[in-house]
């Protein structure tokens, strides 16, 4: 009865095989998994955090223009409404760009005031003291919305960091399963050619 061995020997080699084969597709399907949630962390960091940004420097830029002219004397009262006009034509365009990033609840609150008093710099007849009070305001607000950017992409770092580790400890894990199931093969091998010798048949020296 030693070939029920040998069948029981090669069917298991075969399931192990098999889960071989299936833990390689399932640690590649995990890669490719994680390898997206962090291709998808990079994208978020570029497009809501960098790029806003680069806007948020552009209205600081564009809010101190206005504070310049209103502080040039050499400029009449009708000229600096029409630079400050312009200017904030110029901001509307960065703002409609900007409202189109992934905005927090807290930066979505913190970006509806500052169109709120770039609307206010609008106002005819304003006095400068009030204009100088909403330019002020308008910088607190802009540097509030850069300190969102920085916290928001440490948030996204850290969980690429974190995907990162799970995905290596996945990467890890699925080797040493690996190691294993090969050092089970190889066992599995070698009993059967211990099986094999068995079985040979001993000649008997005749006298």
């Keep these: 009865m030693k070939w029920t061995y040998s069948i029981k020997n090669k069917l298991t080699a075969a399931s192990v095989l098999f889960l071989l084969c299936l ?12 390898t997206k949630k962090v291709k998808k962390s ?22 101190y223009q206005i504070k310049d002219e209103l502080s040039c004397s050499a400029l009449s009262e009708t000229a600096k409404e029409e630079r400050i006009s ?19 609840a807290t930066e979505g609150i913190k970006f509806a005031e500052f169109k709120r008093l770039c609307d206010q710099l609008r106002r005819k007849n ?6 100088n009070s909403i330019t002020k305001s308008a910088l607190d607000l802009l540097r509030e919305l850069s300190a969102i950017q920085i916290e928001e992409s440490k948030l996204i770092i850290g969980e690429s960091e974190r995907l990162y580790r799970i995905g290596k ?30 079985n040979e048949p001993k000649h008997q020296h005749l006298n």
């Excluded at 990467?171 to 068995?198: E, G, K, P, Y």
Aim: aromatic letters at 8%.
């Design 23 to 34: 833990l390689v597709l399932l640690s590649n399907f995990n890669d490719r998994v994680h």
């Design 42 to 63: 990079i994208i978020t960091l570029y497009e809501d955090r960098l790029v806003a940004e680069d806007f948020i420097v552009k209205l600081t830029g564009s809010i």
């Design 86 to 104: 312009d200017i904030l034509f110029d901001i509307d365009s960065v703002n409609n760009a900007y409202q189109k990033t992934k905005l927090t």
């Design 126 to 131: 304003i006095s400068v003291a009030d204009l």
């Design 169 to 198: 400890l996945s990467s890890d894990f699925a080797i040493a399963i690996v190691i294993a199931i090969l050092l089970i093969l190889q066992a599995l091998v070698f009993a059967s050619r211990t099986l094999h010798i068995s």
